[in-house]
């Protein structure tokens, strides 16, 4: 059950609505996806949304680019020296994220700077300088429709173009109707990365490096697992990519 409404609206993206369910827990959700969740009285999210942001490896960067804001529970997450931007597609997403009736993590912020960009962040993500970030979170594949274009070739890319040399990207694959590590292999093994994949019962991530020592401490822990081989998968370009082969 979502709990009752306490704001919906729509535009060109679809419908986004915000519910109160018992806790009080606030939940943002877009169509029929939720996208992100706050525990009213701690101001936390209500599950680890990604273990090892608080581990050292993840604390150590300074400069954060996440592409999808939803109710902008990672920021719950940041530390006080890094510099955190994020690029969200959806204006009313922002605006719902922003708003401290609904949810407090962009205001408790405690990164030295949080900025919030407005637009596709496979393109605006291109006027940040090059190397610029230590860390990069995709954080848009939660639904069904998902983005393909941000999981091609050319924007892996583009990513690794804007990515410090010991960088590591992120990528939230946890959906409930396809499964992205063919996928994010087959960009691996086009690239040369490193990967690592983790998953329990709250979510599943997929780390990519340039090499095996900038994963830092996820290389030896067994929780992180290598991703299946993907020789046969063919690599996701802006001119082909293939969610029926996805499909859960």
Known sequence: MHGHDLHSERNFYGIVRVTEAAGPIHKLHLGATEQGNELIPEHRPLVNNFPEMGSRDFRAKTRVGVIGLGAGVLAWYAQPHQDWTYYEINPIVDRIARNRDFFTYLHECRARRLEVVLGDGRMRIQEALP?????????????????????????FDLYLSRLARDGMVAVNIASAYLDLKPVLAGLARHAGLACRFRSDEHSAWVVLARREEDLGELVNDPRWQLLPEAM?????????TNIFGILK
Do not use: C, E, M, S
């Open 232 to 240: 046969n998968n063919p690599v996701w370009t802006d001119d082909f």
């Open 131 to 155: 190397y610029h970030y230590d860390l990069i979170v995709l954080d848009a594949f939660a639904g069904a429709n998902i983005p393909v274009h941000l999981l091609t070739k050319q924007a």
